[in-house]
């Protein structure tokens, strides 16, 4: 059917694919209905985009002057969605599959809110550890308990602060006795995921204060390395 489109018929439906992606990540967002719905639509949409890119190219090899111009916007306007989707494969691909991220395997900060938050389909708040652990490791070498020479009320105050300054939503604030606890909702900016983040605060025996920190996501297998980059941006700005 597309192969018989004319050459502004194809540079109108590469335009409408383009539109499909922020209609379908607004519904998501907005609950409108379930994410996965969306998931859907882009990867029909990017692949009437493919077909529209091959048909515009071979088409514009015969095409007059007329037809070039939307042939020409046709092959750009596809290759938008071809590019986006195609960036998020490559990043997929760079991170491990994982969506729970933690600066202590051992004990990992327990999440408090975010068990009675997360509902029927999101994923546990359990640690899973082993295979997961592992990934971890050797995806995010780098990734570790955050020492301060500071006093453990001044970092817990300085890590609220950070986490409203952020535009978190703190859900538990516990601040009696160490150590203390910061539990927030971190909401993803295009698609409105959830994903929950949980600070554990206490002094060492070296005049310092050890954070730690665990991000798991609500939904998905691969987070695409936004949790342990939520805990790395966050540790950097409690660091300064």
Not at 19 to 30: D, E, H, L, M
Not at 70 to 98: C, D, E, H, R, T
Not at 104 to 126: K, M, W, Y
């Amino acid at each position: 059917m597309l192969q018989r489109l004319p050459a502004e018929k194809l540079k109108l439906v590469a335009v409408f694919v383009i539109v499909v992606f922020p209609i379908a990540a607004a519904a998501a967002r907005f609950d409108v209905w379930h994410f996965r719905n969306s998931f859907l639509l882009f990867a029909i949409a990017t692949l009437v985009a493919f077909i529209v890119l091959v048909l515009s190219v071979l088409k514009l090899s015969r095409a007059v002057e007329n037809e070039s111009k939307s042939l020409i916007a046709a092959i750009v306007l596809s290759a938008l969605p071809l590019g986006y989707m195609g960036l998020n494969i490559v990043k997929a691909n760079q991170y491990p599959f994982i969506h729970d991220i933690t600066t202590d395997f051992e004990n990992p900060p327990q999440f408090i809110a975010a068990a009675t938050l997360r509902g029927e389909g999101d994923h546990s708040v359990d640690y899973a550890g082993g295979e997961v652990a592992a990934m971890q490791k050797a995806g995010y070498t780098d990734l570790a308990p955050l020492l301060l020479n500071r006093d453990a009320k001044s970092v817990y105050s300085m890590a609220k602060a950070a986490m409203i300054e952020k535009g978190w939503k703190v859900t538990t604030d516990q601040a009696q006795t160490e150590p203390y606890i910061l539990e927030a909702v971190d909401t993803t900016l295009i698609m409105g995921f959830k994903d929950d983040i949980v600070i554990r605060i206490q002094s060492t025996g070296d005049n310092q204060t050890r954070v730690d920190a665990r991000s798991k996501s609500r939904v998905g297998k691969s987070d695409l390395g936004k949790n342990a980059q939520r805990i790395q941006d966050l540790f950097m700005q409690l660091s300064r």
